[in-house]
């Protein structure tokens, strides 16, 4: 059955009109109240935005998922999702009864045009979470957010002056700040499936070195990891940083060293031929890499047993 193509809302007044709201006050920003949102049984499931939206929902009785091909995940309590432009999600509506409660940011980038938060905005790593990634929150936390939020629309709803965008930049800077202050913590206070996480990590990377997995592809990719684990990439690399103080890719190359290692040390393989059962299409790249890492070449490293 052929995946159905996303549905492209292109601008701020187009989302308002396709979810039953006026017009919006300020064509490039706006912060919905999800009470006054209408939805159908018409409403196309695939979506993708040509803007920024930052929602904070509660009382969420439908499931959603980001991308095709995800899981997808109900939430009963305060959350946060991130969606960047050009980001394909979807919601399935959970009948006659489907309910949400909160707040959505919409933020168009020619808002943020020649302003130093159209180059930051892209660095937040949450924008590329998926939703099993998504930001839950206290109900403190929550407040906090929700009145940012109101207060960027009580400054668009005043008359608009030669200050206004700047106050609203300021704003939509200070959520961002407290999202990733929030965010940080939720790693923290997550220790416990982080942990499970970095266990599985170990098994596949394991489980993939013994197996002639890296003669034939060569060294998995961070995107071959994080689908394994079932989380995103920058998730992912973000919580490893946290937890190990590494990325991704070093927790795959320090696996690669300690493969070699064991092979130089206990078998008469030439430096070429453990070189090629790694994945290596030349000798000179992994001795590099092993030089890079232990500060030995392999035949040095191999030297130190003899």
Known sequence: MATQQPFRIKSI?????????????????????????VRTSDDPQNLVLDFYSIALKRNFSAT???????????????????????????????????KVSGWMLLIHPDFLWNTPLAKKIKHYE??????????????????MLTGIMQ?????YHSNIDTFSQDVIIAQIELLLAYSDRFYNRQFITRK????????????????????????????????????????????????LKLQTGQ??????????????????????????????ALGFEHSQSFSKLFKSKTNLSPLEFRNTFN
């Open 192 to 239: 416990i499936t982080n942990h499970k996480i970095l266990n599985r990590l170990d098994d596949i990377l394991t489980k993939y070195f013994n197996s002639d997995s890296l003669e034939k592809n060569g060294l998995p990719t961070v995107q071959y990891i994080a689908n394994a684990l079932n989380v995103s990439p920058n998730y992912l690399s973000v919580m």
């Open 64 to 98: 959603m998922k980001y991308g095709y091909g995800q899981q997808e995940y109900d939430f009963d309590e305060g959350i946060m999702f991130f969606i960047a432009p050009k980001q394909v999600f979807s919601v399935h509506n959970g009948g006659d009864d489907y």
């Open 151 to 155: 207060n960027i629309a009580h400054e």
């Open 247 to 276: 990325s991704t890719q070093q927790h795959i190359h320090d696996k690669l060293i300690e493969t070699a290692k064991e092979k130089l040390s206990t078998s008469s393989l030439s430096v070429s031929e453990i070189a090629f």
């Open 13 to 37: 007044s187009q989302f308002h009109q396709l979810r039953g709201l006026p017009k919006p006050e300020h064509p490039l920003v706006s912060v919905v109240n999800f009470d006054d949102v």
């Open 126 to 143: 949450y924008f590329s979470y998926s939703v099993n990634e998504a930001l839950h929150m206290s109900d403190k936390e929550e407040t």
